[in-house]
Nanobody, 124 residues
Framework: QGQLVESGGGAVQAGGSLRLSCAAS???????MAWFRQAPGKKREGVAA???????TYAESVKDRFTISKDNAKRSLYLEMNSLKPEDTAMYYC???????????????????WGQGTQVTVSA
């Protein structure tokens, strides 16, 4: 059984930056990957995704502030988050799929492998 482990979360002030990492172990190959987040009392939402052709998709709320990338050799996924806002506060989850491309890359049903999450807290 594979495992996705997120790291890099923490507490920052508004306007600050964080870099999240997700390490995949035990998987033969996860092709398309994404970051989701869930704030208290809210549904989990897709933040950014990258498919097997390295095409990226972003939620409107994070465009031009967040950048998703992956390193296949290191089997790792990253999320660079800049200009953070209090509304970015949430638990951030890494997700993976064996598909090269996904019809809806920011939807939960597109992924069947999930990490446990890392907390990001942004104060005003």
């Amino acid at each position: 059984q594979g495992q996705l482990v997120e790291s890099g979360g923490g507490a920052v002030q508004a306007g600050g930056s964080l870099r999240l990492s997700c390490a995949a172990s035990g998987y033969t190959n996860l092709i398309s990957m994404a970051w989701f987040r869930q704030a208290p009392g809210k549904k989990r939402e897709g933040v950014a995704a990258i498919d097997g052709f390295s095409r990226t998709t972003y939620a409107e709320s994070v465009k031009d502030r967040f950048t998703i990338s992956k390193d296949n050799a290191k089997r790792s996924l990253y999320l660079e988050m800049n200009s953070l806002k209090p509304e970015d506060t949430a638990m951030y989850y890494c997700a993976g799929s064996l598909a090269y491309e996904l019809r809806e890359p920011l939807r939960e049903y597109s992924y069947n492998n999930w990490g446990q999450g890392t907390q990001v807290t942004v104060s005003a």
